[in-house]
């Protein structure tokens, strides 16, 4: 019975784990939750423990406090040469563990906060990397150490989840890919060279999942060797990249997820072959024309529920692409919108009628001046009772605080009980704002059912 509740208790700490690290909003709001949790009794503390520390620098509130237990795992002929080196406190004392703490970490994508040289870089890494027996993710700093002649690495990298190749050893990356075969969330950034290394290790993965390429330098080695991923990949961001990628981009049928920084103009020329039937969430910044954007959502089959467009060039098709919204989007929730062209506020009010998911509008550049007006009407009017969300640019140049005032009070009450500010601006409003516009109106933390 003991090991049942055990085993139950693991499983339901273990998903609100889950539920509250993927999201931002929720990390915030419940983290304390998981603290609690330790202070029930000592079956809770046991499961509880390894939990939170899969994750170490989440998870500890104070740099300090991590940084000294951490160390009170290193054999005390390590400390002493720190302690001789003047890179730790000679008054420093070891605490007496309750755990191999570090036995538990999975997470080290910010150990490097407490590493301050090179040498306790070196016997940080080290003891990870010896008493890890399943590290998912790497701190990049680490790349840069021998980390695969240390004891234990083919152990405790075998099973690695997620990885930024960044550094220029290829011995590291062939290295890493006689013994890991399970990464799925990878961060390329393309150098000059084809970097055969990570050609290599990416051909020896199962499955990725999550791709993120960086690099405007051409990469066919690299592009052929993601083509044994296309099935798999369900989650692609490409900042800087070349039109090898695109080739790529059509063939990718599964993808749930494409954000795309288009600064020099690529994307146009491949639109027309994308077809991505399965696409739930799309971020376009630097678009040269709308075009692009109407493109991609006719391609879709019905599923878009996140819209994101920033920095657009041309905005002349603002009309036709809001109506593309309402005619292929009927689950959309968070969505970028025009309210500049002739037309659009006509089109914004059938977004509003037949999008009944919706809960954030992004209002993107200027708004038309013969709409300003009949906008606060429409909100009060037409928005689905869903609607708890409103960024408009620049607000304070088209609404003085006693018209924001009266539409709040005729909202019908649309936020009661939500904590979110339901109007949001990047102008003239303080820090704050521009935090929970880009992290929380955005619900910038996507997480997948696979």
């Known amino acids: 019975?003991?090991?049942?509740?055990?085993?139950?208790?693991?499983?339901?700490?273990?998903?609100?784990?889950?539920?509250?690290?993927?999201?931002?909003?929720?990390?915030?709001?419940?983290?304390?939750?998981?603290?609690?949790?330790?202070?029930?009794?000592?079956?809770?503390?046991?499961?509880?423990?390894?939990?939170?520390?899969?994750?170490?620098?989440?998870?500890?509130?104070?740099?300090?406090?991590?940084?000294?237990?951490?160390?009170?795992?290193?054999?005390?002929?390590?400390?002493?040469?720190?302690?001789?080196?003047?890179?730790?406190?000679?008054?420093?004392?070891?605490?007496?563990?309750?755990?191999?703490?570090?036995?538990?970490?999975?997470?080290?994508?910010d150990i490097h906060h407490i590493c301050t040289t090179r040498l306790l870089g070196e016997e940080i890494y080290k003891l990870f990397i010896s008493e890890c027996s399943s590290i998912k993710s790497l701190n990049s700093n680490m790349l840069y150490y021998k980390i695969l002649k240390y004891p234990g690495a083919n152990i405790s990298l075998s099973n690695l989840y997620e990885l930024y190749c960044i550094t220029d050893d290829q011995d590291f990356y062939y290295g890493l890919a006689q013994i890991c075969k399970s990464i799925e969330k990878l961060h390329v950034v393309i150098g000059y060279e084809e970097f055969p290394g990570v050609v290599k290790l990416i051909e020896m993965q199962t499955q990725i999942k999550y791709l993120f390429i960086d690099g405007h330098y051409e990469c066919k080695k690299i592009t052929q060797a993601l083509e044994k991923h296309v099935n798999s990949i369900i989650h692609l961001e490409m900042t800087r990249y070349t039109s090898a990628i695109h080739f790529l981009i059509p063939k990718l049928i599964n993808l749930q997820y494409l954000k795309v920084d288009d600064y020099y103009c690529?994307?146009?020329?491949?639109?027309?072959?994308?077809?991505?039937?399965?696409?739930?969430?799309?971020?376009?910044?630097?678009?040269?024309?709308?075009?692009?954007?109407?493109?991609?959502?006719?391609?879709?089959?019905?599923?878009?529920?996140?819209?994101?467009?920033?920095?657009?060039?041309?905005?002349?098709?603002?009309?036709?692409?809001?109506?593309?919204?309402?005619k292929y989007c009927p689950n959309i929730k968070y969505v970028t919108v025009f309210l500049n062209r002739d037309g659009t506020l006509k089109e914004l009010k059938k977004i509003f009628i037949k999008c009944q998911h919706l809960e954030a509008i992004d209002i993107n550049g200027k708004i038309n001046t013969k709409y300003i007006d009949e906008l606060i009407d429409l909100l009060a009017e037409?928005?689905?009772?869903?609607?708890?969300?409103?960024?408009?640019?620049?607000?304070?140049?088209?609404?003085?605080?006693?018209?924001?005032?009266?539409?709040?009070?005729?909202?019908?009450?649309?936020?009661?009980?939500?904590?979110?500010?339901?109007?949001?601006?990047?102008?003239?409003?303080?820090?704050?704002?521009?935090?929970?516009?880009?992290?929380?109106?955005?619900?910038?933390?996507?997480?997948?059912?696979?």
């Open 266 to 326: 690529i994307l146009k020329k491949y639109v027309i072959y994308l077809n991505h039937y399965n696409l739930k969430a799309l971020d376009l910044y630097f678009l040269s024309s709308l075009d692009i954007a109407i493109n991609i959502i006719k391609n879709t089959n019905g599923n878009l529920w996140r819209i994101r467009i920033e920095y657009t060039e041309n905005t002349d098709k603002a009309k036709e692409y809001n109506q593309t919204i309402h």
């Open 382 to 450: 037409f928005a689905p009772p869903t609607l708890c969300k409103i960024h408009i640019d620049n607000i304070k140049s088209y609404y003085d605080e006693q018209t924001l005032n009266y539409f709040l009070i005729n909202w019908d009450n649309r936020i009661l009980g939500k904590k979110t500010s339901p109007l949001y601006s990047n102008v003239h409003y303080q820090d704050i704002a521009h935090t929970t516009y880009n992290n929380d109106f955005w619900n910038n933390y996507i997480t997948w059912n696979v």
């Open 1 to 109: 019975m003991s090991k049942l509740n055990h085993d139950i208790l693991n499983y339901i700490f273990q998903d609100l784990f889950n539920l509250i690290s993927t999201n931002l909003n929720n990390e915030e709001k419940y983290k304390k939750s998981l603290y609690s949790c330790l202070l029930v009794n000592k079956l809770w503390c046991e499961i509880m423990i390894p939990i939170l520390w899969s994750y170490p620098f989440k998870y500890v509130f104070k740099k300090n406090i991590l940084f000294n237990i951490i160390i009170s795992h290193l054999p005390d002929n390590t400390i002493k040469i720190l302690k001789d080196k003047n890179i730790i406190e000679t008054n420093f004392k070891k605490q007496k563990l309750s755990f191999n703490y570090v036995r538990f970490c999975k997470y080290l994508n």
